[in-house]
């Protein structure tokens, strides 16, 4: 999510209107949507989604989106949200199969971001009944592709200045049930995604190579730097290094590290930003930030493959933010994109992989893509 602001504040900046635009949506009110809520009709300076009614969704898919602290499923083709569950925090992060959400809380409020907290609590919510099961200290929840749950787990008192904090952790992981495992000792961790059934992890210790972490709590070096690792496929067969100009794709073994086979990616000297891989690790769908004269950059929606073509950027993607979102069978996906005089609203987009797009609905701040259905 910082990097959802960040990247947006930096596309406004190229447009003086942008600040004016935002304070006038700040300035504004209006009551929130009903339980259920055909969001069809303009709704000028509100935070509420509309739907463009211009736009035919496709039959029985549903995006949930996190809209304060409340859940929401939006019936793309019936153009209608609903409340889905309300949380105990103001962050969820979803199971990969949208049935779950993972939320931090503050066991004694501190008034600091979640990543801060000097009492971190970690929560799991049921989609489907609202239940809720507390998992104990905890942060930086990240769902695997087979449900498990790993997440940092403080073994000390954190002390939090600010966006920095204080203290030994350890990372732990919480099977499908939500028994947990403690998965490595004390230390400075820090969490970077999953590789199939291995974890990737920074040693603050040593930031010169990533930890992977076994099933079984073995550990094992990857000779990257933990700030080049863009991410790996859900089924740990790829990692995507990311540099400032360049990224390759490298081939994994099972033992987590790399095989020796690698993809160079061609983005013509942009720099890989936020995005996501498809659920069945075929492709992946990213923001591609590049210089430009004047040194505002420029940030365009692209897929890239292991097998197919080159990197190839979605149309009308311009001003592209991030939160990209799968749908199960890896056939579409949706994104962010800033809109508007000066990229002051946002819009949700849909997006199938033979590249047509379309928009789905827009607001002006507070709203998270979560999932597709």
């Not at 602001?5 to 304070?23: E, F, K, M, S, T």
């Not at 793309?76 to 992060?93: K, S």
Request: hydrophobic fraction near 40%.
């Amino acid at each position: 999510m910082i990097l959802i602001a960040g990247l947006v504040a930096i596309l406004g900046a190229c447009d003086p209107a942008a600040d004016g635009q935002r304070r006038a949506d700040a300035s504004s009110s209006s009551p929130a949507p009903s339980a259920s809520t055909k969001l069809t009709e303009p709704t000028p300076s509100t935070n509420v989604p509309t739907a463009d009614p211009a736009q035919e969704p496709d039959e029985g898919t549903h995006l949930l989106f996190l809209r304060g602290r409340v859940i929401r499923s939006f019936d793309l083709d019936e153009g209608v949200q609903e409340p889905v569950a309300t949380l105990p925090g103001g962050d969820a992060v979803p199971s990969v199969d949208g049935t779950m959400a993972a939320v931090v809380t503050a066991a004694a409020p501190t008034g600091n971001d979640e990543d801060f907290l000097e009492y971190p609590e970690l929560q799991t919510v049921d989609l489907a009944s609202g239940a809720r099961a507390t998992l104990g200290p905890g942060f930086s929840p990240l769902w695997s592709a087979s449900g498990s749950l790993a997440y940092i787990e403080p073994v000390e008192r954190r002390s939090c200045d600010g966006e920095a904090c204080s203290g030994r952790v350890r990372v732990v992981v919480a099977d499908a049930e939500g028994n947990p495992q403690r998965m490595t000792t004390p230390g400075r961790w820090g969490l970077l995604g999953w590789a199939g059934d291995r974890l990737l992890a920074a040693d603050q210790s040593d930031l010169r190579r990533t930890a992977s972490v076994g099933p079984d709590g073995s550990v094992a070096t990857l000779a990257i730097p933990p700030s080049e690792i863009w991410g790996a496929s859900p089924d740990g067969g790829w990692l995507i290094r990311a540099g400032r100009r360049s990224s390759t794709i490298l081939a994994l073994d099972e033992s987590g590290a790399p095989t020796g086979r690698a993809i160079d990616v061609d983005l013509d000297g942009a720099a890989l930003g936020p995005g996501t891989w498809a659920p069945d690790s075929s492709t992946v769908a990213a923001v591609a930030i590049k210089g430009a004269p004047g040194g505002i950059p420029v940030s365009t929606m692209l897929t890239l493959s292991t097998t197919g073509p080159p990197p190839g950027a979605v149309p009308e993607s311009r001003r592209a933010v991030g939160n990209v979102i799968w749908s199960p069978d890896s056939s579409r996906f949706a994104y962010v994109q800033a809109t508007g005089p000066g990229g002051g609203r946002l819009t949700a987009r849909l997006c199938e992989l033979d590249g047509a797009c379309r928009s789905v609905f827009h607001w002006t701040q507070g709203v998270t893509l979560l999932a597709l259905l």
